[in-house]
């Protein structure tokens, strides 16, 4: 399946610091979503970006798109503890309401 | 809130046992999705249904199948529990893009982890 790929596969950091997460995907997107998932629990949203957009902002998170090189990143700035979870990049190519995701970047947040 | 939710958090099923996996949605969405989620895999697509008594396969329906006899509830089935099926399994609903919703997320349930043995 055309499936985006997350760099780094686990990122570890310290409280404050900022993370950085990429996502890599394969053929032309409607938009790219990034999701959070805590440990054990069912996938959050946290942001969609439409193909014709090139970054968008949300609280800490700051997303952008690059359709030419087809690769999205996820930043966080001043990350807290409460970040630790795994983070997917999600791509919506055939405009049916469908999602393929990334196999997910694990990031550890320490106090 | 949008919720979702599945029948059960935890699952031990015995091999060729025939297990239902129920997912419940409450805000009206057309579409639901099921998703099993594996280490080093990701989530992967089951099945998923745009309207009720609609299906279509997803990218590894082998060995489940589904049902939505009501729009606000969608079942997995697996005809014949094995051992490779022991997974995390996922429901999500989402709206239809072609009904003025300007959001298309995902909203997923708390995952139900099921052991086959």
């Known amino acids: 399946s055309q499936q985006g790929e997350e760099d780094p596969q686990a990122l570890s950091i310290q409280e404050g610091e900022n993370a950085t997460m990429n996502c890599s995907y394969k053929?032309?997107?409607?938009?790219l979503q990034w999701y959070r998932q805590n440990s054990g629990r069912g996938l959050v949203h946290l942001i969609l970006?439409?193909?014709?957009?090139r970054e968008k902002h949300s609280g800490r998170l700051r997303v952008t798109l690059d359709t030419s090189k087809k690769s999205s990143s996820l930043l966080i700035t001043a990350s807290r503890a409460a970040d630790t979870a795994s983070y997917f990049c999600?791509?919506?190519?055939?405009?049916?309401?469908?999602?393929?995701f990334g196999k997910g970047t694990m990031l550890l947040v320490s106090p | 809130d949008v919720k979702v939710t599945q029948s059960s958090r935890y699952l031990v099923k015995r091999t060729g046992e025939k297990v239902f996996l129920e997912c419940v949605q409450d805000?009206?969405?057309?579409?639901m999705f099921w998703y099993r989620q594996d280490p080093g895999l990701g989530l992967r697509l089951i099945y998923f249904?745009?309207?009720?008594?609609?299906?279509e396969k997803g990218d590894i329906p082998e060995g489940y199948s589904v049902s939505r006899e009501k729009k606000e509830r969608f079942s997995l089935i697996l005809e014949s529990a094995s051992t490779n099926q022991t997974s995390m399994y996922l429901c999500?609903?989402?709206?239809?893009?072609?009904?003025?919703?300007?959001?298309?997320?995902?909203?997923f349930g708390p995952g139900t982890r099921l052991t086959v043995t």
């Open positions: 999500a609903s989402s709206p239809d893009q072609n009904s003025g919703s300007k959001t298309y997320e995902q909203y």
């Open positions: 053929t032309s997107i409607n938009n």
């Open positions: 970006i439409r193909s014709n957009e």
């Open positions: 999600a791509t919506d190519y055939t405009g049916y309401s469908t999602l393929t």
């Open positions: 805000m009206d969405h057309e579409n």
């Open positions: 249904s745009y309207d009720v008594k609609m299906k």
